[in-house]
């Protein structure tokens, strides 16, 4: 008996051990899918090179041991050094070897880890041990690369590389934007030196610009929104209609005085709710007429779809619960689960809210903006059946800011097709 009870009390404590680390690897994991989210809307705010740079460089410092960093950027005929990170000179015969390092990855497009435990550098006193290369890729081209050094021989192991090349490839499009922010301001100037002969030039050129700043816009808002898969959407109008639909959201839980940190997750998680989109065949999405009851059908699997893929995904509950929940109605005869009343997380009712007064005022392929007054006097008529009451009491004293949101993010929203803009 006294045997039995040591073998449970051992028992015990190797189950205690086990829980702790997986509650530490589940930390870790939460902690980096906040970086990596933090990294992408820090990204999107820059268009100088080494800002990028240091952007990322600030990520790694908290995500992965180093001792020194280099990013280069990409130049077509030259590798040029964009950024430095913990180191103040370089001298030749580094410079030399790390310029081969990057031929190298340039030539496999993979990342490159030299190891050498007398040195990487030959007759250098740095004793740099470990340097690791990773290309920036973004749209099958190498915007830059993101060079990391250390004193350890042992050190940057493969989960560690893999970690490091997701925070890494998150710079191409930063990269890609700066690159022609730079290119765009050596034309303007040179724009400027000529005589009115080149006048026409002049405007065919800002014509160009503004439609690729508009593209990158849209790519940028995508990766913000719906992480790696956004890229894959149907529909021309997600990117304007995810916008309006967070500011929308964010303006009713900020009325309705959600916590702070509830508040920040409905305005970056809302952008998800249509993931499951991507799932949903190109014709069904834009089919220009009313959906027959199997189109119906086939429509509202997109709740499901997005939330298998968020379901293991190490992301918050806000986010799977947008995703699957924001299609029920208040009074239980919404879909896919039937929830009703306050058995709906409050995200999902408040982002059901902003996702149909902007399906109501959005042009679509089958249908033309609804009036603003038109599209509040049927949310209105909704409240207690499809909506929370709460909700769209608060929403109802957000109308002057929700018209500045639909002003200041037109897309085809109806203010936009009421005054001919």
């Known amino acids: 008996m006294k045997k039995d009870d040591q073998d449970l009390r051992k028992e015990n404590r190797r189950l205690k051990k086990e829980l702790r680390f997986t509650k530490i690897s589940l ?61 103040d000179h370089l001298s030749e015969n580094q410079m030399k070897r790390i310029q081969e390092l990057l031929k190298e990855a340039y030539a496999s497009r993979e990342e490159v880890l030299i190891r050498n435990e007398k040195g990487v550098f030959h007759d250098d006193p740095s004793n740099v041990k470990s340097l690791l290369c990773i290309p920036v890729i973004y749209e099958n081209k190498i915007q ?11 050190i940057f192991p493969g989960e560690v590389r893999e970690l490091i090349k997701l925070f890494v490839n998150q710079a191409g499009i930063a990269v890609e934007k700066a690159a022609l922010y730079e290119e765009l301001q050596a034309k303007n100037i040179q724009i400027e030196s000529l005589n009115r002969e080149l006048y026409g030039k002049n405007i065919r050129l800002e014509k160009l610009v ?23 959407y149907n529909d021309e109008d997600t990117g304007q209609h995810i916008k309006r639909v967070s500011y929308y959201s964010f303006l009713i839980s900020e009325r309705a ?19 499951g989109k991507v799932g949903i065949p190109h014709a069904i999405l834009n089919k220009p007429g009313r959906f027959t009851d199997a189109e119906f059908e086939e429509m509202k699997k997109h709740v499901e779809i997005g939330y298998k893929m968020v379901e293991n995904a190490p992301i918050s509950a806000v986010a799977k619960n947008i995703i699957r929940y924001h299609h029920e109605k208040f009074d239980g005869n919404g879909y896919a689960a039937g929830l009703s009343g306050d058995k709906i997380p409050v995200e999902a009712r408040v982002v059901a809210l902003a996702d149909v007064f902007d399906a109501l005022t959005s042009k679509r392929t089958y249908k033309r903006a609804m ?24 929403f109802l004293k957000c109308l002057p800011e929700i018209r500045g949101v639909m002003v200041n993010n037109p897309g085809n929203s109806a203010l936009q097709e009421n005054t001919g803009e």
């Not at 180093?66 to 990170?85: H, I, M, P, T």
């Not at 503004?210 to 808002?221: A, G, S, Y």
């Open 257 to 275: 005085k959600l916590s702070k940190e509830l508040r920040e997750e409905i305005k970056l998680y809302s952008a998800l709710h249509d993931i």
């Open 371 to 394: 009036p603003f007054d038109k599209a509040i006097e049927i949310i209105t008529e909704g409240r207690g059946s499809h909506f929370d009451p709460a909700m769209v009491d608060i």
């Open 210 to 232: 503004q439609e690729r700043t508009e593209k990158l816009d849209k790519m940028t808002v995508a990766l913000i929104s719906v992480l790696e898969n956004a890229n894959q």
């Open 144 to 154: 830059a690369f993101s060079v990391l050094a250390s004193r350890e021989d042992d």
């Open 27 to 87: 930390e870790v994991n939460q902690n980096n899918l906040s970086r990596l989210l933090t990294l992408q809307r820090q990204l999107v705010s820059t268009l100088k090179i080494d800002h990028i740079a240091d952007i990322l460089f600030d990520s790694l410092d908290e995500t992965v041991n180093y001792d020194f960093g280099l990013f280069f950027q990409n130049k077509g005929v030259s590798f040029e050094l964009a950024q430095k990170r913990q180191i």
